[in-house]
């Protein structure tokens, strides 16, 4: 064993990570920072926060459950309102919904800059790690609603509903959910999430002629209508896919295919939710006759 080994000593509590955990959502992250300054943990230098769902139990780590208390967030909230403003809540709004790896502690470490240190404009301080790191998930994020906003298919059902499936990488529904809101107001639609199995409701029947009606949430779907969708599109919506599929294959021109562009502007990992995608190369009946 070398000196340095020898000589080297530590106390035990450097050594063992303090990990609060906080229910997975937003107000219970609000509810675990409170908890945190509470107690006075914000200085421990392995201090965590997790979510409850993505823990896995160590043998050396010391984690205590911090349940969601709405009044506890909600002065949290205030108080970053006030540090932050609105586009550096909006940054930590945005990076807790990109569900990441250790995006709780991320966000945590840049809020505790914020509140040591009031006067800077701290989302403009790229030279801090936390700080860097949460800018670009933020980025990657928009990326995805985005796209999100530019590549959900509605497939019209049997029961007048316009229905989308999407599988984004974060969780970006709550962010598109607005965007859709404002521009269909005059349809019923939903858009449901299969990685995170909830969804968004838009009930025509609700709205006013000055107001569009609230969203409403959905939690379960039958798992028939997930594995084949088609199984409830209505007549008319065969029709439109099929038209649409036509046009599709009819515009586009072979000599001027370019497939790593076109990955490039859409990902591939949504072709399975565009009707335009489903067009088989041998689909002759949907060819111009010329």
Known sequence: MSTLALKAS?????????????????????SAVFYVYEHKMQ???????????????????QAVNVDTDEDNAERVLVRLNKLLGRSGMRNILWGFLSEKK??????????KYAIDYPNRQIMQDLGRLEVLELVQTVKSVARERHR????????????DIYFARVAPDFNVLPLIGEHFRQ??????????????????YYDKSHSTP????????????????????????????QRYQKFW?????????????????HKQYLPQRYWKYLSEKQVLPSAEHLQKRR
Do not use: C
Request: no cysteine; hydrophobic share 35%; proline share 6%.
């Open 245 to 261: 599929q036509g046009y599709f294959t009819n515009v586009n021109i072979k000599e001027r295919k370019n497939a790593r562009l």
């Open 210 to 237: 000055s107001r569009p009606a609230e969203l409403q949430t959905i939690t379960h779907l039958d798992d028939a209508v997930i594995r084949n969708p088609a199984s409830i599109h209505s007549d008319d919506e």
């Open 183 to 200: 521009r269909y107001q005059d349809q019923h639609w939903a858009i449901y999430d299969l990685n995170r199995g909830y969804g968004i």
């Open 102 to 111: 250790d995006i709780g502690t991320t966000l945590f470490h840049v809020v």
């Open 148 to 159: 999100m906003e530019a590549f959900v298919r509605f497939e019209h059902t049997t029961d």
């Open 10 to 30: 530590y106390p035990v509590g450097q050594l063992t990570p303090s990990i609060v955990l906080y229910e997975p959502s937003f107000e219970g992250w609000l």
């Open 43 to 61: 200085h421990e230098p392995t201090l965590q926060l997790s979510a409850q769902d993505d823990y896995v139990p160590s043998l050396i780590a």
